[in-house]
């Protein structure tokens, strides 16, 4: 079993930066490979980023990519989504995942976290 609870969440503006954290507790979190998703009002939760569970391998969705970075720790059982050049479209609920198989579709993943709010004002 596996817990996730998300932080670092708020509100920043246009081109400011915000680093999200997904602390896990289970001790077999270090082999599940993490994803990071974010759903905006009355849209679906899509793909943001993942990561293998070595940290070795990662891939983002074309809307991030060159702005996010996800990243790893796993003797902190953590793995963080450093969030730069932020725009009003990336207004969202932002939710960390864990999955046994490597994935970007949302239905793939075994455990989910509550979810922590970024809001970005134009």
């Known amino acids: 079993q596996v817990q996730l609870v998300e932080s670092g969440g708020g509100l920043v503006q246009a081109g400011g930066s915000l680093r999200l954290s997904c602390a896990a507790s289970?001790?077999?979190?270090?082999?599940?490979?993490t994803g990071w998703f974010r759903q905006a009002p009355g849209k679906e939760r899509e793909f943001v980023a993942r990561?293998?569970?070595?940290?070795?391998?990662?891939y983002y969705a074309d809307s991030v990519k060159g702005r996010f970075t996800i990243s790893r720790d796993n003797a902190k059982v953590t793995v963080y989504l450093q969030m730069n050049s932020l725009k009003p479209e990336d207004t969202a609920v932002y939710y960390c995942?864990?999955?046994?198989?490597?994935?970007?579709?949302?239905?793939?993943?075994?455990?989910w976290g509550q979810g922590t709010q970024v809001t970005v004002s134009s």
């Open positions: 995942a864990a999955a046994s198989t490597l994935s970007a579709v949302a239905s793939r993943y075994d455990y």
């Open positions: 990561i293998t569970w070595t940290g070795g391998n990662t």
């Open positions: 289970g001790r077999t979190f270090s082999r599940y490979h």
